[in-house]
C-alpha cells in the first residue's frame, strides 16, 4: 500500500524477516568492548523516544550505552507509545524544558521510530531548548507508509487514520535544529524512504545494515548517536566513519 505521496510501505517478505535485527542483541554484546571507544562529547541531558507500541524497556540498550559515554539519560517516562502523537507532544516538550533549565545546556533528543517523529515535533516546537535529534527508522516523511495498521488498531482498538496531506507536509519539513536519520533498506516495519531527510544544511541521512527491530541494537548505528552527539555545541559536520569503520556502512545514494 501506498502513502499520500506514493511511497509504498515494506513487502509482507521484508516484515518476515524483521526478527533478524534480534541478531543485533548478540552482536552488540561482543561490540561492547570497541563500543567503548565511541566519541564522547559535553556531559549534557538526552532523551531517548521509543517506537509505536514499545516503552522504555526497549530502549534500555541504547541509553545504557549512552550513559557509559558521560551522557545524563532519561527515557520518555510515558509507558507504551500507544497514543495519538498530540496526547503526548505538549508533556514531551515541558519536558524537554524541565531537562534543559535544570542542566543549563540544550537537551538532545534520539527517537526510535514514532518515537523519532514526536523527537522532531518537540523540537520544531522548542528549537532554542533542543540540541539536536538522531531518528532510528522514523517515518516522518511519509508516516502511511508503513506496516504498522494492524498493529495500531490491535494496541489501541482504534483504526487507524492516516494523517492528511498537509499534516504530512508538516512532518515531513526540515527542523530549525541539527538532524540526522538512521535508516535501513531492510527496513520491514517502515519504508526505508519515508525516513529520509531533506539533506542541506544541518541535515543528513545515515545508512546501516539491520532491520528495524535492529536499529537501537546494532553497533553501527549506536557509534552514528555516539558520534553526533559528541559534536560540540554550536557546531555541525555530516557523519564520516573512519576509514576502518567504513565497511559497516554501505556506500549509496539515497
Not at 104 to 110: C, Q
Request: charged residues 20%.
Amino acid at each position: 500500500m501506498a502513502d499520500r505521496k506514493g511511497i509504498e510501505s515494506p513487502s509482507l517478505g521484508l516484515l518476515a524477516l524483521e526478527g533478524r535485527g534480534l541478531l543485533d542483541i548478540a552482536a552488540l554484546i561482543a561490540a561492547t568492548p570497541y563500543l567503548a571507544t565511541a566519541p564522547r562529547g559535553p556531559r549534557h541531558a538526552v532523551m531517548v523516544l521509543p517506537g509505536l507500541g514499545a516503552d522504555d524497556r526497549s530502549t534500555f540498550a541504547l541509553r545504557q550505552f549512552l550513559s557509559r559515554l558521560g551522557y545524563d539519560v532519561q527515557g520518555w517516562g510515558r509507558g507504551r507509545n500507544i497514543r495519538p502523537a498530540d496526547a503526548d507532544l505538549s508533556a514531551l516538550v515541558d519536558q524537554a524544558s524541565d531537562l534543559k533549565a535544570r542542566s543549563g545546556t540544550p537537551v538532545s533528543l534520539v527517537g526510535w521510530s514514532r518515537g523519532g517523529i514526536l523527537a522532531r515535533e518537540v523540537a520544531r516546537r522548542l528549537p532554542q531548548d533542543i540540541r539536536l535529534v538522531v531518528t532510528l527508522g522514523s517515518p516522518f516523511a511519509a508516516p502511511g507508509a508503513s506496516n504498522v495498521r494492524a498493529l495500531w488498531s490491535l494496541l489501541t482498538g482504534q483504526p487507524y487514520t492516516p494523517p492528511s496531506a498537509e499534516r504530512v507536509s508538516q512532518l515531513a519539513a526540515p527542523i530549525p535544529v541539527p538532524s540526522t536519520s538512521i535508516f535501513t533498506r531492510q527496513d520491514g516495519v517502515v519504508a526505508w524512504r519515508a525516513c529520509l531527510e531533506q539533506e542541506g544544511d544541518r541535515r543528513e541521512n545515515v545508512e546501516v545494515r539491520t532491520t528495524h527491530l535492529g536499529l537501537g541494537f546494532h553497533p553501527p548505528a549506536l557509534w552514528v548517536v555516539a558520534d553526533r552527539l559528541a559534536q560540540p555545541l554550536g557546531s555541525w559536520a555530516p557523519f564520516k566513519p573512519a576509514p576502518h569503520l567504513a565497511p559497516f556502512f554501505p556506500k549509496t545514494s539515497a
